[in-house]
Every structure is written in structure tokens, then in C-alpha cells.
């Protein structure tokens, strides 16, 4: 849940994707949340291997914000982007 001083950048469906997202913007110096609609997912994957539904918001401090968009505008992501 983003709070008063962060923000969505995206609403992604693969949390592999987020982390890539998340991975590109912290090379920058952008630092991220990655916020899950299912907080088990990733346990669930690590012990049985499947990949269970899951929805993740990239979350920004909203200082931030233009700067993250600016730099995955320029990425295959940039689709993603809220």
C-alpha cells in the first residue's frame, strides 16, 4: 500500500519482472518496495516450484517518481508503467 510519500510506478503480474524493474531503477539510485497481493508466493515457489497468481506494485518515494518513470521509459517496461 502505497503511503503519502510514495507512490506507484506499476502494477506488474510477475514478481521475476518487478525485480528486474526493481534491479534497473536501484542501479540509478532509485531504491523501491515491491509490494505483494499474495505475500506467499514466493515461499510456495521456493518449496513446490510453481508459480502461484500474484500481482506486484513497484512502489516509489514520490520525490522519485518522474526520475524511476523517465528511466523505464527507456526499457522494455516501459509498457508497465502505471
Do not use: C, W
Not at 13 to 22: L, V
Not at 32 to 52: C, F, I, K, Q, R
Amino acid at each position: 500500500m502505497a503511503g503519502k510519500d510514495t507512490r506507484i510506478l506499476a502494477t506488474i503480474d510477475d514478481h521475476i519482472t518487478a525485480e528486474d524493474m526493481q534491479r534497473i531503477l536501484e542501479e540509478a539510485s532509485i531504491y523501491t518496495m515491491l509490494e505483494s497481493d499474495n505475500p506467499a508466493s514466493s515461499a510456495v515457489n521456493a518449496y513446490t516450484g510453481s508459480h502461484p497468481a500474484e500481482t506486484v506494485k513497484l512502489v516509489v518515494n514520490i520525490n522519485d517518481f518522474d526520475k524511476a518513470k523517465e528511466i523505464l521509459s527507456t526499457t522494455p517496461y516501459k509498457d508497465l508503467i502505471d
